[in-house]
């Protein structure tokens, strides 16, 4: 584990040092989603109904965003090398690397999306589930978009054709995520949906550590 | 001049690798005891960096086999990656972290103790410069903190890949004398490179297309 | 002797395939017509549906087929990573746009279906969006393993997306129809294989077997042209080589 401990460290040692890169992904993410009443207009009826979707959907285009440069960077400095020769796991650094894209935008933005719900006229139960389903929502999305990092690693146009693998694969995320918030509304349980959430989450973590490891070996031949 | 099958504790067995239907190097064996020093030369696109990845596990041969002690390297990769200290044609050196933050980020990535750096950093000179920042290094510098940190690994096999790339004349003695070192003290390394290593008692294998 | 390891299996491939492929294409245009002829003039219309069920013999069929193209990438997928399979790549590139137009077709049926029913060329029902997704999946899967400048590296990333994908499918599928029970009743007409009567059975599945007879030969075509296409990007690697 002391491995996958130094490589998480690093990499959240290397964002602490460029916090602008998180800042940017942040204000993308209000930006998306203040872009939302301005376009439909600010009937508090509309908005209440719309916003699990569009903070979901906003969250999920952010987390994107900022997956492009998870292995990029290493692979073009040369330590993605000293990561596949590393006398440990590769599907551990794999995690440690999800991790650390965790901690820097699904964490944050799962607490700035209940601030953002209040301005679409949100209730505080609903809040507190649109928070609830991110946390646990986003995990998943950080590992399938690290796998479809992983596999477009090193190819031409690689934003677009990551951004192209990885939403379809986060589509049950999506759907439970932001399902959850309206089922609430509907006066029904969250828990059946916090459940399944989390299991997407435990499937996701079951394989995509494999998938990335082996796209990466396969991308240092 | 070869040593005798007791010595030798790496041994390359029939080792073919192929990219994009192009045969890179065919049934190509050799090997390496305790002390030595095997220089890779070869003319651009000859191979020399295949062979090194394809040693150390990067690359999947096609056919053929690496033994560390008798033993199938593939059949452990990760005691073989132990066994190991890399320098690509890439420093694999973190811009935004000083020197010797990468020095002891790199230790730690091995599982290793990240304790005395100072050692690898009197090596090569790099002790005024141990809390400057890569990004503002020469591309010389940044080649003798990569150095710098082969020799922190302790591994017993070093993979070097064009290890004098942008070094100076005083740096070249100082590797030099770090391999030196590495070679008597029972080590072994492989070395691509264009110019002389300087370094006596080196084998070449000359890499070229058959 | 390398050289010829990477092209044996190939090449023995080409040999049968130029055998059979004749026959098989022969076969194909037999099957197809007579489904085709019991499609259009034997099946009986439906009685709620008219003669627009007709649809259904090349919908229902087009939805199977592009599924199980997307098991045979993902089995491709798995040749090619666990026993670097040299065919593997080649049929994987072939198979990935014959099943993506299998699934392009099931759309466009599906939508030509869903206007006389539903008034609308697109309904977000369950079945059509789960298809549109495996659609996507296709695209990711085509842009892939064309997105390198070493093929073989595309080959091999479209290989563990395919094996990722076919996980995912019945995730994706479950969650799809939970979403729609969620946000719309079930009354409306389902976009499905109705009331299952021989006399629309037996054409039915006398198109799946004729339609997936045509898969098979798009893809033994494509592998070939797959095969070619190889072989002379590597016969300029060697001249160029030759010429240095």
Redesign the interface.
């Known amino acids: 584990m002391?491995?996958f401990t130094?490589?998480l460290v690093?990499d959240l040692?290397?964002v602490w040092?460029?916090p602008g890169d998180v800042g940017v992904v942040l204000a993308f993410f209000v930006v998306a989603v203040v872009l939302f009443p301005l376009g439909i207009g600010p009937e508090t009826n509309t908005l209440q109904r719309i916003a699990a979707g569009v903070l979901w959907c906003a969250a999920l285009f952010a987390a994107l965003l900022s997956l492009e440069r998870l292995f990029a960077a290493d692979y073009?400095?040369?330590?993605l090398?000293?990561?596949?020769?590393?006398?440990?796991?590769l599907e551990l650094a794999a995690l440690a690397k999800c991790t650390s894209h965790w901690i820097v935008t699904g964490l944050p933005l799962s607490l700035l999306a209940p601030v953002l719900g209040v301005a679409f006229g949100l209730d505080g139960g609903s809040l507190l589930a649109l928070f609830a389903t991110l946390l646990i929502g986003t995990p998943t999305l950080s590992l399938i978009g690290g796998?479809a990092a992983a596999?477009?690693l090193?190819?031409?146009?690689?934003g677009a054709?990551l951004a192209?693998?990885a939403?379809?694969?986060c589509?049950?995320t999506l759907?439970?995520g932001a399902?959850a918030v309206?089922?609430l509304a509907a006066g029904e349980g969250l828990w059946t949906h916090l459940a399944i959430l989390g299991a997407?989450a435990l499937?996701a973590l079951a394989?995509?550590p494999w998938?990335i490891a082996?796209?990466l070996r396969?991308?240092?031949? | 001049m070869a040593p005798s099958p007791s010595e030798i504790a790496l041994q390359i067995d029939g080792l073919a690798c192929r990219r994009g239907g192009r045969r890179v190097f065919d049934r190509l064996s050799f090997g390496l005891g305790e002390g030595e020093l095997l220089a890779l030369t070869g003319r651009n696109g000859s191979g020399k960096t295949t062979l090194l990845r394809a040693v150390a596990g990067l690359v999947r041969p096609d056919a053929g086999t690496v033994r560390w002690q008798g033993a199938d390297t593939a059949d452990d990769p990760e005691a073989w990656r132990d066994r190991l200290a890399w320098l690509g044609h890439l420093d694999g050196l973190k811009g935004d972290l000083s020197v010797a933050e990468n020095l002891s980020v790199a230790q730690r990535l091995r599982g290793g103790a990240a304790d005395r750096l100072d050692g690898a950093l009197v090596a090569f000179d790099l002790r005024s410069l141990a809390a400057r920042v890569v990004r503002t290094l020469s591309a010389g510098q940044r080649r003798r903190t990569a150095l710098a940190r082969i020799v922190l690994s302790a591994a017993p096999l070093w993979l070097l890949d064009e290890p004098l790339n942008a070094l100076d004349v005083p740096a070249q003695q100082a590797f030099r004398a770090v391999l030196q070192k590495h070679l008597a003290a029972g080590g072994l390394a492989i070395a691509a490179t264009h110019a002389e290593l300087g370094v006596e008692g080196a084998r070449t294998l000359e890499l070229g297309r058959a | 002797m390398a050289d010829l390891h990477f092209l044996a299996n190939p090449a023995r491939f080409r040999r049968f395939s130029q055998r059979v492929l004749p026959s098989l294409g022969f076969a194909t245009v037999l099957m197809l017509a007579f489904g085709l002829y019991m499609a259009f003039f034997v099946a009986p219309a439906d009685y709620q549906q008219g003669q627009t069920v007709r649809i259904m013999f090349l919908h229902v069929p087009s939805a199977w087929l592009s599924m199980g193209g997307y098991a045979l990438l993902a089995g491709l997928g798995a040749s090619l990573l666990v026993w670097r399979h040299p065919l593997a790549a080649l049929m994987a590139r072939a198979a990935a746009p014959v099943g993506a137009s299998f699934a392009a077709v099931c759309l466009l049926t599906g939508s030509l279906w869903g206007r006389p029913m539903w008034g609308t060329y697109w309904v977000w029902d369950a079945r059509l969006t789960s298809m549109l997704l495996l659609f996507f999946l296709y695209l990711g899967h085509i842009a892939l393993s064309r997105a390198y400048d070493e093929p073989e590296r595309g080959d091999r990333s479209a290989a563990i997306l395919a094996l990722v994908g076919v996980i995912n499918l019945p995730i994706i599928k479950f969650s799809v129809d939970w979403w729609n029970t969620l946000h719309q009743p079930a009354s409306v007409t389902r976009l499905d294989a109705p009331a299952i009567h021989n006399s629309i059975l037996i054409p039915l599945l006398w198109m799946a077997v004729s339609l997936l007879f045509l898969f098979i030969f798009l893809v033994l075509v494509r592998t070939e042209t797959e095969i070619d296409r190889r072989r002379l990007e590597n016969a300029a690697v060697q001249e160029e080589e030759a010429a240095a």
Do not use: H, M, N, Y
């Open positions: 002391s491995g130094a490589l690093r040692r290397l040092r460029r073009e400095d040369g330590t090398d000293l990561l596949l020769l590393a006398p440990w796991p796998l596999l477009t090193g190819a031409r146009k690689s054709l192209l693998l939403l379809p694969l589509v049950p759907i439970f399902g309206e089922t997407l499937v394989t995509t998938a082996a796209a396969q991308a240092g031949e």
